[in-house]
Structures are given as structure tokens and as C-alpha cells.
């Protein structure tokens, strides 16, 4: 059983900038990937961010250049450093992580608010 357990969210003023913390129960190298979706209320999960196979990164275009993916592998914690905050950024952020062996692929973590005021 994989835990994934976020934090760092809140809320912060157009311009601000807010950093997402992701324990997992596991190393972080283990999964094929892990990182970062949110959901706005009434719409579809999207990837935010993400660690590919350990290394390569991948940033959905909205968030490029304004969010950064950083990761401890000693303390088993991804980050996400989001500055430049809009209102489109408000969302339930989760932490995500798959290719795992059975009986379970992917997991999710409880998810995060960030909410971004005018």
C-alpha cells in the first residue's frame, strides 16, 4: 500500500506563490511517474506536473516557466513551487504516482485546496 500525503496548500493573491508538498510512503524513484494534477471545481482532473522514469520532467503549457518540480530523495517528498498564481490556478491539487506492480498501478493522494483571489 502506497500512502501519498499532501500539504502546502492555502490561499494566496493573484501574483502570490504557494509550495506543494507530496510525502510518499515509498521512494519517489519507484514509480514510472509522480507528480501533480488539480481539479477546478466542475471540471476534468489534468496533469499539472510530473517526474517521468526518475528523471525527465513534464509541465502541462499553462504552468510552464511559472511552476517548478523538485523532489527529496532522502525524505521521499515531491514539491511543487507554484509562482505567478492566477485565478485559473485555483483547484484541489493531488499528488499522483504510477506503474506500480499488482494489485495496484497508480495512487492517489487526499488532495490539497489552493485557492487564488483577485
Known amino acids: 500500500q502506497v500512502q501519498l500525503v499532501e500539504s502546502g496548500g492555502g490561499s494566496v493573491q493573484s501574483g502570490g506563490s504557494l509550495t506543494l508538498s507530496c510525502a510518499s510512503s515509498v521512494n519517489i524513484l519507484a514509480p514510472r511517474t509522480i507528480g501533480w494534477y488539480r481539479q477546478a471545481s466542475g471540471k476534468q482532473r489534468e496533469l499539472v506536473a510530473r517526474f517521468i522514469n526518475g528523471g525527465r520532467t513534464e509541465y502541462r503549457d499553462s504552468v510552464k516557466g511559472r511552476f517548478t518540480l523538485s523532489r527529496d530523495n532522502a525524505e521521499k517528498t515531491v514539491r511543487l513551487l507554484m509562482n505567478s498564481l492566477t485565478v485559473e490556478d485555483t483547484a484541489v491539487y493531488y499528488c499522483?504516482?504510477?506503474?506500480?506492480?499488482?494489485?495496484?498501478?497508480?495512487?492517489w493522494g487526499q488532495g490539497t485546496l489552493v485557492t487564488v483571489s483577485e
Open positions: 499522483h504516482a504510477d506503474g506500480f506492480p499488482p494489485p495496484q498501478y497508480e495512487y
